[in-house]
Antibody, heavy 121, light 110 residues
């Protein structure tokens, strides 16, 4: 059974750096073809893709957030970490991590429950 | 403004067939496969269709997907009240080098 779960602060202040951890089970990030990505959704709005990291350690980022976002993995802990710098109230959203089941694809068969992050002073 | 374009809303009565469109370009839908996600209120998105027209195990065959050129469609036949949800299309974009989503379509079952 594949599960993913996001964890991190519910509230961050403007200009701070957000660090979110995705802890997963049921698959390995060292298996060929596998990746983990992050997607966010502001309240009442659309999904926005942020980044992905693959089993090769290859990474891709949204060009709209590229300079602010970093994605890393700890294969031994089955975790993927997303950091986002210089947070702004516009970054208030539910942040999801999801398994990416194919390279360079939007095929995301498993999602975490999401974690709401509010940016406010 | 989302890279993939979807109608903001759609509606139908129980038993009807509803279609939701997703329009893109040569760098995304035109050259990569399309995936569809269903998001019920206050829940995480769920994969509904992958690889243009493949249903994951457990997804009813009332849901079907298709793709032609730079556009894709999700069809729901035999509409049920439990289908009331937001639907998002997604594809890899070769120019942006990442995943792009549609703006989402809110389906109302009248």
């Amino acid at each position: 059974q594949i599960t993913l779960k996001e964890s991190g602060p519910a509230l961050v202040k403007p200009t701070q750096t957000l660090t979110l951890t995705c802890t997963f089970s049921g698959f390995s990030l060292s298996s060929r073809g596998v990746g983990v990505g992050w997607i966010r959704q502001p309240p009442g709005k659309a999904l926005e893709w942020l980044a992905v990291i693959y089993w090769t350690d290859d990474t891709r980022y949204s060009p709209f957030l590229k300079n602010r976002v970093t994605i890393t993995r700890d294969t031994s802990k089955n975790q993927v970490v997303l950091t986002m710098a210089n947070m702004d109230p516009f970054d208030t959203a539910t942040y999801y991590c999801a398994q990416s089941a194919d390279l360079w694809n939007a095929y995301l068969p498993y999602w975490g429950q999401g974690t709401l992050v509010t940016v406010s002073s | 403004q989302s890279v993939l374009t979807q109608p903001p809303s759609a509606s139908g009565t129980p038993g009807q067939r509803v279609t939701i469109s997703c329009s893109g370009s040569s760098s995304n839908i035109g050259s990569n496969t399309v995936n569809w996600y269903q998001q019920l209120p206050r829940t995480a998105p769920k994969l509904l269709i992958h690889n243009n027209n493949q249903r994951p195990s457990g997804v009813p065959d009332r849901f079907s997907g298709s793709k032609s050129g730079t556009s894709a469609s999700l069809a729901i036949s035999g509409l049920q009240s439990e289908d009331e949800a937001d639907y998002f299309c997604a594809a890899w974009d070769d120019n942006l080098d990442g995943v792009v989503f549609g703006g989402g379509t809110k389906l109302t079952v009248l």
